[in-house]
């Protein structure tokens, strides 16, 4: 009689589909590992490029910034360079005024001749004389006030510049400025009204 095994055969079948099922699970597991890897690779550039645009943005922002806060602090300083100004102009005009040594209408008449980029440091009257002393920062600007000067016939024509040359220093401050340019005005007066003839010999006494 033959006799056949047939629990042998079922141990051999279930041993190799036990085998085939590890091996699928491995295959898949590792699958999975190289799935998730690759969306965690993409993830994480993502998250560099999202990251790398916001601060491309906040430069941006803070580069406006600073051009905002320049214009304003440019604002400010050609503020303060107009109020330093103003009170040069002030200073002279009340110690000379306080002097009496320079009739008031002239002095009026000097004083609106002063462009923006130009002070006074000394105005003297010597005779039938007037020397003016100053500073400015262009050529154009000497130009001007002299021009200024001779729209009234308070001043005799012409005016003459007697000097003009480049300054290393600010007097005011005392920086270097080597586009600064101290000047020197000499013109002749007129006869002035019998008011402030008389307002200036009362001042020289």
Not at 9 to 38: N, P
Not at 90 to 108: A, F, N, S, Y
């Amino acid at each position: 009689m033959i006799r056949i095994n047939l629990l042998g055969g079922e141990r051999q079948k279930a041993k190799s589909a036990a085998r085939f099922d590890a091996s699928q699970q491995l295959t898949a597991m590792c699958g999975l590992v190289v799935v998730a890897s690759v969306c965690g690779i993409g993830f994480w550039f993502w998250k560099l490029g999202h990251d790398a645009t916001q601060l491309d943005a906040q430069i941006v922002s803070l580069k406006r910034e600073a051009a905002r806060l320049d214009s304003v602090m440019a604002e400010v300083k050609a503020f303060e360079d107009r109020k330093a100004t103003l009170q040069q102009r002030v200073t002279l005009i009340e110690r000379l005024r306080q002097g009496q040594t320079v009739p008031v209408q002239l002095l009026d008449h000097v004083s609106r001749s002063l462009p923006e980029t130009l002070w006074l440091t000394d105005l003297k009257e010597q005779g039938d004389f007037i020397t003016i002393e100053g500073r400015t920062t262009t050529l154009i600007g000497l130009s001007d006030f002299v021009n200024n000067l001779g729209t009234n016939q308070v001043l005799k024509k012409p005016i003459e510049i007697v000097d003009s040359a480049a300054e290393a220093t600010d007097a005011r401050t005392g920086a270097a400025s080597p586009e600064l340019i101290k000047f020197t005005v000499r013109a002749g007066v007129n006869g002035l009204p019998a008011q402030d003839e008389a307002g200036a010999k009362k001042g020289k006494k």
